[in-house]
């Protein structure tokens, strides 16, 4: 039997119309002939969707009572009885009720496919098993229902259905999702804009991602190893060397030519982990394909043009950026064709550019003298070759005969390799040269001379001579490889250790002085600023070096013994003295950090090798330099600015808004004491109680001031405790004198316990709620509904006024700011912004959303109580009850 086909709709977010969609594909179908019916349709009372299903058969739905709950849920035998060609099944990651034969709804599916019947389905993108965390921190939603990524993976046919985020938060607010309870918490919470073009990008680019790996697979199983150019990526081809920078930038140019080209950036390492490359212009580059948008990978491989051209396939590269080699023309010459030469053969339909660069076509310059070898093993060399020699010589000369010529030639040319292993290529010169006499003066005729009678023996001695320079020299490279091999682990276990240091919460600065000193082996490490002043210093405890077995890095040369411990009392040594009295100290090494400081090593003498290294340190070092810089600078200016904002704000307030309640309340009494004046018993009430409103709203504006000084200054004394939202909602409205009909309460059954201080909560609700009635517009009444949202508590009060703007938002929360005219009542503009300080104080935030419709909603987020505290507040009623 074919197994069926499964085509599934996905979609960003509830409403977008996946059900609709497969509907009317269902429809469709239907017209065309199919046989097409609708095993599970979840309509959620959505009209729309209910009609679509007008003219297709419905299955009926499997119904079951479970602990007294009446369930519906998919009826698989039905549908499989029924056998039609193609079913409608949706919510693909549904949990299936108690009792069913699967526990998941794409488990049904999957017996229905292999029953060979097709199937629709739909899914929404928080339910994708490898996304769902990453929804819940997008949206603070957690979702149970779940679907592997490779049953989705597995559809024949995956079909976004997109819709832009102001489209649905339209649909939302018209009531063509969720019911009209339900529209204001939606739209301020889960279907805010942001969590929706979040969502939606996730959707898009799984999508994106599955088509780029179905057609790598197809590319795969049809064997095509040709371009196919849906997508321009350019493959920039490092090396570590300076030219990188510029290879970079053009590929960044050529990328950005075509809409979606890809940027990416590849460094060929050796098998054996090798490289020339410079570390600090390697991390360099990095961070340049970081910004220009790119992305940075490593591949290993023997044959260097053969590894980047199989990535720059594997990745389906459309182009492919290499520098001219830096090699100079005679190296050209004597080693063969480059990179280039081979990269261009083997490229195939892939575009190659060569971009040339400053550091192409370098002159010649003889290789150094000195090989990879320690002096020690040099001078063992020599010490074999002359001792050795002589001492062969009297042991062939005992057993000298016509016929052993042969045996002695090997045998001086096994002491030479022994010589070449051990020495290097000097010693193994001197001892061919010396084995060559030897032969020639004691072993080859004429005999007890130097001279040559036969030209092949000429001939053959100068082979001699070849054979040990190229046994040498291939230790002399085995050796220097060896040795930057350790010298390679040595670096990256220093540079893990430094990062390791810094991320576990370590001082950056002293960490990677610390880090420095001890991978150095050094007495002391000094970070000094400009000015000579000291920033970090390290130094051993008690003056002791670290062990052999610390990560102190051991290439070129031994570090120096350990230094014992200075006994109490004992003087320090002096000045040009190392630690222990260990004789002269060289003199301090100084390596800038950038134009911020100065970095001072003591110990021993740095090689050029540990100098590379400390320049990738030193680029850290001044990156945390600058950093702590950059920081202290946005911490100072940052209050500054606040404190004279609102230091100018002050001076307005008391110049304008506090003089009108003072001049009222003053005009109202000089009037009551003139004795030109006569006032009526109703008149004198009237001045009275102007005098006394003007008093009490004075009152108020200063014990708001005092309160915007508090939260200014960081003294705002907050008390938290755990409490129910209707602890201070009556209190609240006791104070605004709030009966039924100027507020509408929307209070859970049980209501969330808040850990927030009952004082300023009542001050916060006060504000909000007087803000509220005064700009309702009379005609329906505020709202102040309590819920949870992301594991924390919502108070939402919401009107049905004139609004703010997108761009005043913000400013109104600041202190000093009001909308509309100006009286007597008005304020200072302060009430917002203590509603968002003592909000702040309680670790809750104050957000502004519009209301759908028109009209504002303040939202105050609180945390909920401690578990012990909801435990021991319940038993406090159970007791009190």
């Not at 300080?837 to 670790?843: C, D, P, S």
């Amino acid at each position: 039997m074919t197994r069926g086909r499964l085509r599934v709709f996905l979609g960003a977010a509830p409403g977008v119309g996946k059900t609709y969609a497969m509907l009317e594909e269902g429809r469709r179908l239907r017209t065309e002939g199919r046989d097409v019916v609708v095993a599970i349709v979840e309509t959620h009372g959505r009209a729309a969707t209910e009609a679509m299903t007008d003219g297709l058969e419905v299955v009926p739905r499997r119904a079951e009572d479970h602990r007294g709950v009446h369930l519906t849920d998919l009826d698989l035998e039905a549908v499989l009885a029924r056998a039609p060609e193609v079913a409608l099944v949706d919510e693909l990651a549904h949990t299936n009720a108690p009792g069913t034969a699967h526990d998941k709804r794409w488990q049904d599916v999957e017996a229905l496919l292999d029953a060979g019947i097709d199937v629709m389905s739909t899914v929404n993108v928080q339910h994708i098993e490898s996304l769902n965390d990453v929804v819940e921190r997008i949206t603070g939603v957690p979702h149970r229902e779940t679907i592997p990524d490779e049953v989705l993976r597995r559809a024949d046919q995956v079909e976004v259905v997109d819709l832009a985020p102001e489209a649905l938060r339209g649909r939302l607010a018209e009531g063509s999702v969720y019911p009209s309870g339900r529209i204001d918490a939606a739209l301020s919470n889960y279907f805010r804009v942001g969590n929706l073009t979040a969502l939606r990008e996730l959707a898009l680019l799984w999508l994106a991602d599955e088509v780029d790996s179905a057609l790598q697979r197809y590319r795969a199983e049809q064997g095509i190893d040709d371009k196919w150019e849906a997508r321009e990526r350019v493959v920039v081809a490092l090396t570590g060397g300076p030219e990188g920078r510029t290879l970079l930038r053009r590929g960044a140019r050529i990328a950005s030519r075509s809409a979606g080209g890809q940027l990416l950036a590849v460094h060929v390492t050796n098998q054996d982990g090798l490289r020339d490359a410079d570390p600090a212009e390697l991390a360099a580059q990095r961070a340049l394909v970081r910004k220009l948008g790119g992305t940075y990978h490593e591949v290993v491989g023997d044959q260097t043009p053969t590894a980047l051209v199989d990535f720059a396939k594997g990745a389906n590269a459309s182009q492919l950026v290499i520098g001219v080699s830096r090699r100079s023309r005679l190296a050209a010459l004597l080693t063969g064709p480059g990179i280039g030469a081979t990269v261009i053969r083997e490229s195939g339909e892939i575009d190659v550019h060569i971009v040339n660069h400053a550091s192409a076509g370098r002159r010649f310059a003889l290789p150094h003298a000195g090989g990879a070898l320690s002096w020690r093993r040099r001078l063992l060399g020599a010490v074999v070759a002359l001792v050795g020699g002589p001492l062969l010589t009297w042991v062939l000369t005992a057993f000298r005969s016509e016929e052993s010529i042969t045996g002695d030639v090997l045998s001086y040319q096994l002491l030479v390799i022994v010589v070449a292993l051990i020495g290097g290529i000097w010693p193994a010169l001197f001892a061919a040269v010396l084995s060559g006499l030897t032969l020639d003066f004691f072993f080859i005729d004429p005999v007890r001379t130097l001279t040559i009678g036969e030209p092949a023996h000429f001939a053959a001695l100068g082979l001699y001579i070849v054979n040990a320079v190229l046994v040498s020299y291939v230790v002399d490279q085995a050796a220097r490889r060896t040795r930057a091999a350790s010298r390679s682990a040595a670096e990256s276990e220093l540079l893990a250790t430094i990062a390791g240091g810094v991320l576990r919460g370590q001082d950056t600065l002293h960490a990677l002085v610390a880090r420095t000193r001890e991978a150095f082996g050094l007495d002391t490490a000094r970070l000094r600023a400009p000015d000579g002043s000291l920033l970090c210093e390290d130094a051993p405890p008690a003056l002791t070096r670290a062990s052999p077995s610390s990560s102190a890095l051991r290439v070129g040369g031994e570090n120096p013994a350990s230094a014992a411990e200075r006994p109490a009392g004992q003087d320090p040594e002096p000045p040009g003295v190392r630690p222990g009295g260990r004789g002269p100290a060289p003199d301090p090494v100084s390596i800038p950090v950038g134009e911020r400081g100065v970095l001072e090593l003591e110990g021993r003498t740095l090689e050029a090798a540990d100098r590379r290294l400390l320049a990738v340190i030193t680029a850290q070092i001044d990156a945390a330099l600058e950093y702590r810089d950059l920081s202290r600078a946005a911490s100072e200016v940052g209050p500054l600015a606040e404190a004279d904002r609102v230091r100018t704000a002050l001076l307005a307030a008391v110049g304008h808004d506090l003089r009108r309640p003072l001049t009222a309340a003053t005009t109202a009494v000089t009037s009551l004491r003139s004795a030109d004046l006569t006032f009526s018993p109703e008149e004198q009430d009237a001045l009275l109680e102007t005098a006394e409103q003007s008093l009490g709203t004075l009152a108020d504006l200063v014990t708001d001031l005092l309160d915007a000084s508090r939260i200014q200054a960081g003294v705002l004394g907050v008390v938290l405790e755990p409490l129910r939202p209707e602890d201070v909602i009556l209190p609240a409205l006791e104070e605004l004198d709030l009966g039924p009909g100027d507020i509408e309460l929307e209070l859970p059954a049980e209501s969330p316990l808040l850990l927030a201080d009952a004082v300023l909560l009542q001050r916060v609700l006060v504000n909000l709620l007087s803000n509220a009635a005064r700009h309702a517009g009379g005609a329906v009444p505020p709202v102040l509904s309590v819920s949870d949202f992301g594991g924390r508590a919502e108070l939402r009060i919401i009107d049905r006024g004139p609004g703010i703007p997108d761009g005043r938002k913000d400013q109104v929360l600041l202190p000093f700011q009001r909308l509309g005219d100006i009286d007597n009542d008005t304020g200072l503009g302060l009430g917002m912004a203590l509603a968002r300080g003592f909000v702040e104080g309680m670790g809750g935030r104050l957000t502004l959303e519009d209301t759908p419709g028109g009209g504002l909603t303040s939202v105050v987020s609180l945390p909920h109580a401690p578990q012990s505290d909801a435990a021991l507040l319940s038993g406090d009623s159970v007791g009190a009850a």
